[in-house]
């Protein structure tokens, strides 16, 4: 359970909301770490596939887990990849891939506190934080600046983004659902630094007086 006294947002929704852009800027604001959470399992599941390990064999996942250096991944181009994110939805999927890595995760977050971003930040990996957001925005919006981000056909970007979404929503793994207690954020008509306002000021209601 995480120190209440360290101060951790967690800002969960799917790809599309602003969610890497927002937890980053806000990260700043506060001075605190950013933690990426997809980053990790779209990381992993690009080593899985550059070691032809099957996310099928348990096995050669379990030695792929114990091989796994995130540091040595995070900074790669690729992670932003559409097949990045394919095979980011394959290993987390895997009960001992969420395991490993939510262990990484809350070690992290307890050290000093921070910005946790992914789709089970709120509802898994720091349920007891206060501080839970879940962004939002219209289909068409998130296909756009998925599209920007990446480029490539556009018809295809959609595609991935609907897959990605109903892998998400369906896994029998930590889904992405909005936590009860968290806040809907509806970015599609707001701005970056409009959303960070707006977390900024939900964060000060709730208690972060330091913010």
Do not use: N
């Not at 899985?48 to 996942?61: L, N, W």
């Amino acid at each position: 359970m995480a120190d209440q006294r360290i101060l951790i947002v967690a800002i969960d929704g799917p790809s599309g909301t602003g969610k890497s852009t927002v937890a980053k800027k806000l990260a700043e604001r506060l001075g605190l770490p950013y933690l990426d959470t997809g980053k990790m399992y779209r990381a992993f599941g690009l080593f899985c596939a550059q070691r032809g390990a099957d996310t099928g064999d348990a096995p050669a996942v379990a030695a792929a887990l114990e091989a796994f250096d995130f540091s040595a991944w995070a900074g790669r181009p690729e992670l932003l990849s559409e097949e990045a994110g394919a095979a980011a939805s394959r290993v987390a999927k895997l009960a001992p891939v969420r395991r490993r890595m939510v262990e990484i995760q809350r070690r992290l977050g307890t050290e000093g506190g921070g910005v946790v971003e992914g789709r089970d930040a709120g509802t898994h990996i720091f349920p007891k934080t206060p501080h839970k957001f879940f962004l939002t925005a219209d289909e068409e919006v998130r296909v756009e600046r998925r599209w920007k981000q990446i480029g490539g056909d556009r018809d295809a970007v959609a595609r991935a983004v609907a897959e990605r979404d109903q892998q998400d929503r369906e896994r029998a793994e930590s889904p992405l659902v909005q936590a009860p207690d968290a806040v809907l954020v509806d970015t599609t008509d707001l701005s970056i630094d409009g959303v960070v306002e707006r977390l900024v000021a939900l964060i000060r209601e709730k208690g972060g007086s330091d913010v």
